[in-house]
């Protein structure tokens, strides 16, 4: 095993830089970049939008950005050294790549801070949505998979069935607009607070306190990403189950007179499972940053997937490719996680011997 993690961890590096490379080269060709909103933000304060009666416009090597007119040569070659457009494509991709090494992924084009600071500051928020979220969906499907499985076609199954095609079928922001308008101020009660982490009084409360007030905000968040996310799951790990109970050896477990609880927990658990554990790095990397973002959106919460929407918006370069790479190196982490687990849970597979 320790080989197979070797490699893996050695195939990252590739891996990231063929990525980062795409980023790149997609991202420089959308048009819109920070040069062009910046010049158009200069023509706006100076009032050139006009056409002024004796004024020449740029010569044709300048007119490569199109809100170029009425800025004087000099005007742009400064905006694109301020925002490193002075410089070959190549040279800035290099240039990131060294950064990177160091973990230094430059400076926000627009909010003037560092990108690591940024993500710094907003992994609290996305941290505690991903993580809360991932592990209450799971406490949650697996063991009403199980006893689907167990009870298929009961009373039990069909009345979870229904519980189960509404959580599937409605979108997650649908169930966060519900539960602000019945429990935080909407219409009916202020149970939750609306927006935030934490309270603005959160350094002088209790250790027991900050306990609270952490979940009492975190509540409705959550509750709202495992309405809309435990569905697939537990018919994941239902029909999981039902498959493996049909197999020879459950039903040689069960001619040598052993219980029911001893040959689902046994031996049908744990092949069962491989499958379930197969999508946890798809679940996580889903949970972080795609669920997270609308989440924090309706719920006015700071956290890396609204940055990185942000940034997109914004053509902010630096924090766009830092949140990808952030993504990107979470994910493949989270796969090398998954692949161990797999050995952990069923010995019998072993990578090295697959020579993998």
């Keep these: 095993m320790g080989t197979y ?4 961890l050695l195939l990252i590096i590739p891996t990231l830089l063929c990525i980062l490379l795409i980023n790149f080269v997609v991202i420089q060709i959308a048009p819109g970049g920070p040069v062009e909103q910046a010049i158009q933000q200069a023509e706006s304060f100076q009032g050139v939008n006009k056409t ?3 004024t020449e416009t740029l010569a044709s090597a300048d007119t490569h950005y199109q809100g170029a007119r009425g800025l004087s040569p000099e005007m742009v070659e400064q905006i694109k050294a301020q925002y490193g457009f002075d410089q070959p494509a190549y040279v800035r991709f290099l240039k990131m790549l060294k950064g990177y090494l160091r973990f230094d992924f430059g400076t926000s084009f627009f909010k003037d801070k560092p990108v690591t600071q940024l993500l710094w500051e907003r992994m609290p928020v996305t941290v505690s949505l991903g993580l809360w979220s991932t592990l209450l969906i799971y406490l949650i499907s697996i063991p009403l998979g199980i006893q689907k499985a167990k009870r298929h076609g009961m009373l039990f199954d069909k009345t979870t069935s229904l519980l189960l095609a509404v959580g599937y079928a409605v979108p997650t922001f649908v169930f966060a607009i519900l539960l602000i308008v019945f429990f935080a101020g909407g219409s009916y009660w202020q149970w939750f607070p609306l927006q935030g982490l934490v309270s603005d009084n959160f350094a002088q409360l209790s250790l027991m306190g900050k306990i609270q007030d952490y979940f009492w905000h975190m509540a409705l968040p959550l509750l709202t990403m495992v309405l809309g996310g435990f569905a697939s799951l537990t018919y994941l790990t239902k029909y999981s189950f039902m498959e493996e109970m ?7 477990a069960q001619a040598k007179g052993l219980s029911e609880n001893r040959v689902l927990y046994g031996h049908i658990f744990r092949n069962a499972m491989l499958i379930v554990i197969a999508s946890l790095p798809e679940a996580l990397v889903g949970m972080f940053f795609v669920g997270n973002f609308f989440i924090e959106i309706i719920f006015n919460l700071d956290g890396i997937g609204l940055l ?7 053509r902010d370069y630096p924090v766009i490719f830092g949140t990808l790479f952030l993504f990107t190196l979470l994910g493949l982490v989270l796969r090398l996680v998954s692949d161990v687990l797999y050995q952990v849970i069923d010995p019998r597979i072993n990578f090295d011997a697959r020579g993998m």
Excluded: D, H, P, W
């Design 308 to 314: 990185g929407f942000e940034a997109i918006s914004q």
């Design 246 to 252: 049909g197999k020879q050896y459950v039903l040689a």
């Design 5 to 8: 993690i070797l490699k893996r």
């Design 52 to 54: 002024v009666a004796g």
